[in-house]
């Protein structure tokens, strides 16, 4: 299973940016994007589940969506207003079951390659 992300990129504070994910299809049970900065560890981000029902981080909850376009196979990430500590390589993945939580990088079974998101001045 192959995912591709898509749409990072240097942006000003405040600005907005869009991040795509390409799947083959996006019938599994949760689909999420992490971020992971140097010498941090993988942050769980946003997460939508397969009836469309999703969870945000605290920390970026009023400044990011995640959507899917299921006639695309697409999973979306929209951040706005976005600041210098977003900056890190952003992640889709995906759970083709419910198995463990959602919060988790090691409950999901599928992954991409990754897309910098850099928001500096």
């Known amino acids: 299973v192959q995912l591709v992300e898509s749409g990072g990129g240097l942006v000003q504070p405040g600005g907005s940016l869009t991040l795509s994910c390409a799947a083959p299809t996006l019938t599994y049970v949760r689909m999420s994007w992490f971020r992971q900065a140097p010498g941090k560890e993988r942050d769980w981000v946003a997460a939508i589940y397969s009836d469309g029902s999703t969870h945000v981080a605290a920390s970026v909850k009023g400044r990011f969506t995640i959507s899917k376009d299921n006639t695309e196979n697409s999973l979306y990430l929209q951040m706005n207003s976005l600041k210098p500590e977003d900056t890190a390589m952003y992640y889709c993945?995906?759970?083709?079951?419910?198995?463990?939580?959602?919060?988790?990088?090691?409950?999901?079974?599928?992954w991409g390659q990754g897309t910098q998101v850099t928001v500096s001045s």
């Open positions: 993945a995906a759970a083709p079951s419910r198995r463990g939580s959602y919060l988790n990088w090691r409950d999901y079974d599928y």
